[in-house]
């Protein structure tokens, strides 16, 4: 089983950047894809970015193409979501989890957790 810790959030103003980490426990960790999805108050969850476990493979959404870039280390059981440029639409709860190869649907993944809030204001 696999047990994710997220971290690096906070608040930034507009144009900023924030890098968060999310790190996993558990044997599996490197034969997993892990991806990030946000969820603001009010909305649906929506898929961010993801990884293959080789780091060869990125997925990401369309609005955060060029500015958020997301890679790994599984020596360190970490995977990395560098956030530049950002708007205050990125505002949310930030969750990592895990899944067997990338993808942009939340029912593909499991083992979430428990997320990092990222505020974008002035």
């Known amino acids: 089983q696999l047990q994710f810790v997220e971290s690096g959030g906070g608040l930034v103003q507009p144009g900023g950047s924030l890098r968060l980490s999310c790190v996993a426990s558990?044997?599996?960790?490197?034969?997993?894809?892990t991806g990030w999805f946000r969820q603001a108050p009010g909305k649906e969850r929506e898929f961010v970015a993801a990884?293959?476990?080789?780091?060869?493979?990125?997925l990401y959404r369309d609005s955060v193409k060029g500015r958020f870039t997301i890679s790994r280390d599984n020596a360190k059981n970490t995977v990395y979501l560098q956030m530049n440029s950002l708007k205050p639409e990125d505002t949310a709860v930030y969750h990592c989890a895990s899944a067997a190869v990338p993808s942009t649907a939340a029912d593909s993944y499991t083992y979430w957790g428990q997320g990092t809030q990222v505020t974008v204001s002035s």
């Open positions: 558990g044997r599996t960790f490197t034969r997993s894809a």
């Open positions: 990884i293959s476990w080789s780091g060869v493979t990125t």
